[in-house]
């Protein structure tokens, strides 16, 4: 009768230990949702921020090519126009 008892008592035991460490297992995923959770609402905020900056930001424009300018008239001509431009 004390060997079941003594049997009764380990299986009792081992299974309280399991419990709590599958309790520990269980605390620990909690942890790791909670960052999880955490970070990607970073990732969003980092996301819609980097959009807001991106329509900001303007495309680099070609640069347009110019006539090669072969005497003083055209020179002067080309000059002119240009500053008329701006």
Not at 6 to 14: N, P
Not at 21 to 47: M, N, R
Not at 72 to 83: I, M, R
């Amino acid at each position: 009768m004390k060997s079941l008892g003594k049997i009764i008592a380990l299986i009792l035991s081992i299974l309280g230990l399991s419990s709590k460490a599958s309790a520990k297992k269980k605390a620990k995923v909690k942890k790791i949702d909670t960052k999880k959770k955490t970070i990607k609402k970073q990732v969003k905020k980092v996301d819609k921020e980097l959009k807001s900056v991106k329509k900001k930001q303007t495309k680099a424009k070609k640069p347009t090519k110019r006539k090669t300018v072969k005497s003083s008239k055209e020179a002067e001509k080309f000059l002119k126009d240009f500053a008329k431009k701006k």
